[in-house]
């Protein structure tokens, strides 16, 4: 079964400041997709930044950028220039064909706080 | 933009009562979805469906049922509710045909407390 690890329950970041949130994922697929997610107070669930597995190239999202490393199974976010507004809950997620179309596996969560 | 709507934000209900959680998306998407989010879970699916009168299981159907009557509506039910359902419910949608690289639309979520 494919399962999503995010192992930091709370983060905080100076308002500034960048912060890289930490996602790990099992899987014996070679083909898939990752994504972080955004819940903000309001509980609207937006889609921050996806990637595609098959591309070595890391996907960039103005100032949110992610750090793929298919080997180790890693996907983590890095937030740069942290705002108010970046406050929420942060999932990470998993896709893959194989094990269903659009079946998508969710991490637990990371709450980051950003300090003014 | 695509809307999916919950009819409701809060609910409580009394343990046994039967439970309808509705869910509508504007944008003709095939694919609906139920999940539930509890802390330190994430969200878990419930259920999923890819077209009208279609269901399937997700990794927590247990207690739970689902109607898809037309396209653009989703309706989870609680035949009877009991107290381990009290958690947050989210309903999403995703565009048709682009199989497990779509993104998922999200309503706003419905709390649902069982008393």
């Known amino acids: 079964a494919q399962t999503v690890t995010q192992s930091q329950p709370e983060m905080s970041v100076q308002e500034a400041e960048t912060v890289t949130l930490s996602c790990t994922y099992d899987?014996?697929?070679?083909?898939?997709?990752l994504f972080w997610y955004k819940q903000p107070p309001s509980r609207q669930m937006i889609l921050v930044i996806r990637?595609?597995?098959?591309?070595?190239q890391n996907a960039t999202e103005n100032r949110f950028s992610v750090n793929f490393q298919k080997a180790a199974k890693s996907f983590s976010l890095k937030i740069s220039d942290s705002q108010l507004g970046d406050a929420a809950m942060y999932f990470c997620a998993y896709s893959c064909l194989r094990v269903n179309n659009n079946d998508m596996r969710f991490g637990a969560g990371t709450r980051l706080t950003v300090k003014p | 933009d695509v809307k999916v709507t919950q009819s409701s934000r809060y609910l409580v209900k009394r343990t046994g009562e039967k439970v309808f959680l509705e869910c509508v998306q504007d944008m003709d998407h095939e694919n609906m979805f139920w999940y539930r989010q509890d802390p330190g879970l994430g969200l878990r699916l419930i259920y999923f469906?890819?077209?009208?009168?279609?269901?399937e299981k997700g990794d927590i159907p247990e207690g739970y049922s689902v109607s898809r009557e037309k396209k653009e509506r989703f309706s989870l039910i609680l035949e009877s509710a009991s107290t381990n359902q009290t958690s947050m419910y989210l309903c999403?949608?995703?565009?048709?045909?682009?199989?497990?690289?779509?993104?998922?639309?999200f309503g706003n979520g419905t709390r649902l407390t069982v008393t």
């Open positions: 990637q595609e597995a098959y591309k070595q």
């Open positions: 999403a949608s995703s565009i048709p045909g682009q199989g497990y690289n779509s993104p998922l639309h």
């Open positions: 899987t014996s697929e070679s083909d898939y997709y």
């Open positions: 469906s890819y077209d009208v009168k279609m269901k």
